[in-house]
Every structure is written in C-alpha cells, then in structure tokens.
C-alpha cells in the first residue's frame, strides 16, 4: 500500500533519510537512501535526494515498497548464486550464506541476493512471509556476515518461526575475532541501539537519567538490544569469541563491540580508522551455530557451520 505523510512542526528540519527510517523501522536507512535516490519516495510529487530538509506541510509520499512496480521489477531466480543447503524438509530450509551476498533485495529489481538464489531452487516460497521482496525469511545476517539462516517454505512455518524470533527462543552463536581485549572473559552487553547521527551506521548508547523526571531513558528511536560474549582465545592483540545474542537488532554485535572500543576485526563501517588492526580479507563474523524448535513436530532442531577458509586462515595467523 502506497504510504503518503504530512509534515508536521515536529517533524519540519529533519532530513528526509533519517524521518523516513524512524517511521519505517522495519527498513533499514541504507534501504530507504535507495528508494529515495530511485525516486520511489518523493516530496509534493518531486523527486528529492536522502539528505533533503523537510518544511512545515510537505507531502512525502512512499510508492508501495511491498510489491514490485512493474514486471521487471518482479524477484528474478538466480540458479547461477547457488545455495549451501544444510538442511531442508517440507517446512524449513538451513542454509550457510557467504559473506558478501545480501539476503534480500534493497530494492526492487536488485537479484545478486540470497533470496534470488533460493527461489531457483525452492520457488514455492514465493509469497512466503510479510514481504514480497523477503519471501521466507525470518531473519537476517549482515552483507558481510557469512553463516546460518532458517527460511520457512511454508505460511504456517513462516508464523511459528516468527514468533519464536519475537520470544528470543531462537539461539544463535557467532564466531566473532575482535581487536582488542574484553572487560571480562565473559560478559553481557545491554545497551540500546539507534540509527548513528553519522549516517550508515547504528549507535550502541547508554540510557541515561532524564533529569526532569528522575527516571531513566534511552534515546528516543533506540531498541533494547543485549549480546552474550565469552572469551574462546585470548591472542596476541586480539580475542577469538563465542557471542551469543537476544535480540536481533541491525548491526547489533558490530556496534555492541565497536561501543566496548574493541571492534570486529576487519568491519570497514565501525572500526576501519583503529590503528594496529589485524588484516582481514572481510568482516570477521560467522553465525556458526543455530538451534530453534522445528515449527510443525516442535522438536529441538541444532545446526552448525565450520568458520569459512579464509577466516580459519585469519585466526591461525592470529595465533602465530
């Protein structure tokens, strides 16, 4: 459905990009900076970049990003990405992405996906999910994140592996290699995370205590987000982790860790400008285990993935 706002005092000043991200959360800012530059978001009917001001009265209209604007904007099967399947039956499919495919499309038409790749093979989950772009998938991993994902092949499938996101039952485990070392050998990181005002990024802060009220808050737009680590090896200059999260929040281990002063080894967004980082040929994050219940026989379901070569090449340099 296509969406249309009106520009109220409060909202007048803000850049176009950041607004619009608050009132769709659901799509990231990178997303929205997309629509905007392919002209599928507009003000009065013009079409405006990301960083345009909004003005008392203005009339921001979203074109309806749920379904595809023409024929060619349809999800094209990519048989030619491949998928690593770990496991799949009648309900579910397991699969390994690698790092540097994105799991869906950004905007319509885009097909160098994970999505692309899935429906060539499993093409039944096509109108699978809340979202005609996102067919089957239930969560998410970084572009640059490689490891394990759950994608439902059925509308029941879809709802009870949803919920079971929603109630943080799913356990996921990461491989993660950080430069620096941890306050603790294990520990648990609970602050808030928020669109960065630096544009791109997102924003680990701490609530803070609102002086007027005597009450704590977060920082209005910010989500709870806590992230489980323990140490695996403590390296020369760096720590190999096991992190576990429970929340599910956009670049939620990146900037927990980023916001600690120990980033992700080889993250060009949140830790590109440390000086004696360790050289990685891509972000050092690997989901590299996933346990859920299966969503019809409710049993207990583990899958793991080995760390990727070039990342077990990293780590053996690191422990030279």
Same mark, same amino acid.
């Given at each position: 459905?296509? *969406?249309?706002?009106?520009?109220?005092?409060?909202?007048?000043?803000?850049?176009?990009?950041?607004?619009?991200?608050?009132?769709?959360?659901?799509?990231?800012?990178?997303?929205?900076?997309?629509? @905007?530059?392919?002209?599928?978001?507009?003000?009065?009917?013009?079409?405006?970049?990301?960083?345009?001001?909004?003005?008392?009265?203005?009339?921001?209209?979203?074109?309806?990003?749920?379904?595809?604007?023409?024929?060619?904007?349809?999800?094209?099967?990519?048989?030619?990405?491949?998928?690593? +399947?770990?496991?799949?039956?009648?309900?579910?499919?397991?699969?390994? *992405?690698?790092?540097?495919?994105?799991?869906?499309?950004?905007?319509?038409?885009?097909?160098?996906?994970?999505?692309?790749?899935?429906?060539?093979?499993?093409?039944? @989950?096509?109108?699978?999910?809340?979202?005609?772009?996102?067919?089957?998938?239930?969560?998410?991993?970084?572009?640059?994140?490689?490891?394990?994902?759950? @994608?439902?092949?059925?509308?029941?499938?879809?709802?009870?592996?949803?919920?079971?996101?929603?109630?943080?039952?799913?356990?996921?485990?990461?491989?993660?290699?950080?430069?620096?070392?941890?306050?603790?050998?294990?520990?648990?990181?609970?602050?808030?995370?928020?669109?960065?005002?630096?544009?791109?990024?997102?924003?680990? %802060?701490?609530?803070?205590?609102?002086?007027?009220?005597?009450?704590?808050?977060?920082?209005?737009?910010? %989500?709870?987000?806590?992230?489980?680590?323990?140490?695996?090896?403590?390296?020369?200059?760096?720590?190999?982790?096991?992190?576990?999260?429970?929340?599910?929040r956009t670049h939620q281990i990146r900037a927990h860790f980023h916001a600690l002063g120990v980033p992700? +080894?080889?993250?060009?967004?949140?830790?590109?400008?440390?000086?004696?980082?360790?050289?990685?040929?891509?972000?050092?994050?690997?989901?590299?285990?996933?346990?859920?219940?299966?969503?019809?026989?409710?049993?207990?379901?583990?899958?793991?993935?080995?760390?990727?070569?070039?990342?077990?090449?990293?780590? *053996?340099?690191?422990? *030279?």
């Open positions: 459905m296509k *969406k249309t706002y009106q520009i109220t005092q409060e909202d007048a000043g803000q850049r176009l990009d950041t607004w619009l991200t608050a009132k769709l959360p659901e799509v990231s800012r990178s997303r929205i900076q997309k629509w @905007i530059k392919a002209g599928l978001v507009t003000i009065n009917d013009e079409a405006v970049t990301p960083h345009e001001a909004l003005s008392l009265e203005d009339t921001v209209e979203v074109a309806d990003y749920d379904a595809p604007k023409t024929k060619e904007d349809a999800l094209l099967p990519r048989p030619d990405i491949g998928v690593d +399947v770990v496991y799949e039956d009648d309900d579910i499919i397991v699969a390994n *992405k690698p790092s540097g495919l994105i799991v869906h499309p950004a905007i319509p038409g885009e097909s160098n996906t994970l999505v692309n790749a899935l429906i060539a093979q499993f093409p039944e @989950i096509v109108g699978i999910g809340d979202d005609s772009q996102r067919p089957g998938i239930v969560h998410r991993l970084d572009r640059e994140a490689s490891g394990l994902l759950v @994608i439902a092949r059925t509308k029941a499938a879809f709802k009870n592996l949803k919920a079971q996101f929603q109630a943080h039952v799913v356990k996921k485990e990461y491989a993660v290699l950080i430069d620096g070392y941890p306050p603790a050998d294990s520990g648990t990181i609970k602050l808030p995370i928020g669109r960065s005002a630096s544009g791109g990024k997102m924003a680990a %802060r701490p609530i803070k205590l609102n002086k007027r009220s005597g009450e704590l808050e977060m920082t209005p737009g910010d %989500r709870t987000a806590i992230t489980h680590y323990r140490i695996e090896e403590k390296l020369p200059k760096v720590t190999f982790l096991t992190v576990r999260t429970e929340t599910g992700v +080894v080889g993250d060009p967004l949140y830790g590109a400008n440390r000086v004696g980082r360790m050289n990685s040929p891509r972000l050092f994050l690997h989901a590299k285990s996933l346990s859920f219940q299966h969503p019809v026989t409710d049993i207990e379901l583990s899958f793991s993935a080995p760390l990727p070569k070039e990342l077990d090449e990293v780590l *053996k340099k690191a422990r *030279k």
